[in-house]
T-cell receptor, first 112, second 113 residues
Framework: SQQGEEDPQALSIQEGENATMNCSYK?????LQWYRQNSGRGLVHLIL?????REKHSGRLRVTLDTSKKSSSLLITASRAADTASYFC????????????FGKGTTLSVSS | EAGVAQSPRYKIIEKRQSVAFWCNPI?????LYWYQQILGQGPKLLIQ????????DSQLPKDRFSAERLKGVDSTLKIQPAKLEDSAVYLC???????????FGPGTRLTVT
């Protein structure tokens, strides 16, 4: 079963705008990770946030984590056409060991 | 550093046939994973190896799927016999063994007709 649920399922924006994707999960986590998948390609790790962290930055990415609400958000600032991809949140729970439990993903389209 | 290698990239078979996928993880990575990704969904774990031992295969349909990781390095995933619902992308990933990020291969797209 899938642990995470991303919202929205699809998002279309213009270059230069910010994109925000949300993820909710069901059980206690060890950490939460965000991955990007370009069409027909493998997944690429973007950022990891641990359960005792609230916010993390990496370049144009900002991730927040609210363990009380079991939710996370990924913000991409100043988006580019190259950001067009599917974005997945994935959790590592104590029960699952180090295996990732993925949500269904958000499809982001950035037009120039 | 070379990434995770998978082959073949694409495979088309008829139902009830068998198929095998190969994965070579990043050198030195102790943990290897196989995921199944059905179109429009996120990847789902099939099996996790730590070195050459199985850590988790609870979601592997063992009546038709099998996997092995000989010598704790590369791995093969086999489906026999294939069903239509096995059409998916099969992703291999590896990690150094910590709780952290996983490194994914390009995947094998399987179509069962």
């Amino acid at each position: 079963s899938q642990q995470g649920e991303e919202d929205p399922q699809a998002l279309s924006i213009q270059e230069g705008e910010n994109a925000t994707m949300n993820c909710s999960y069901k059980t206690s986590i060890n950490n939460l990770q965000w991955y990007r998948q370009n069409s027909g390609r493998g997944l690429v790790h973007l950022i990891l946030i641990r359960s005792n962290e609230r916010e993390k930055h990496s370049g144009r990415l900002r991730v927040t984590l609210d363990t009380s609400k079991k939710s996370s958000s990924l913000l991409i600032t100043a988006s580019r056409a190259a950001d067009t991809a599917s974005y997945f949140c994935a959790t590592v729970t104590n029960q699952a060991g180090t295996a990732l439990i993925f949500g269904k993903g958000t499809t982001l389209s950035v037009s120039s | 550093e070379a990434g995770v290698a998978q082959s073949p990239r694409y495979k088309i078979i008829e139902k009830r046939q068998s198929v095998a996928f190969w994965c070579n993880p990043i050198s030195g990575h102790a943990t290897l994973y196989w995921y199944q990704q059905i179109l429009g969904q996120g990847p789902k774990l099939l099996i996790q190896f730590q070195n050459n031992g199985v850590v988790d295969d609870s979601q592997l349909p063992k009546d038709r799927f099998s996997a092995e990781r000989l010598k704790g390095v590369d791995s093969t995933l086999k489906i026999q016999p294939a069903k239509l619902e096995d059409s998916a992308v099969y992703l291999c990933a590896s990690s150094p063994g910590s709780e952290g990020e996983q490194y994914f291969g390009p995947g094998t797209r399987l179509t069962v007709t």
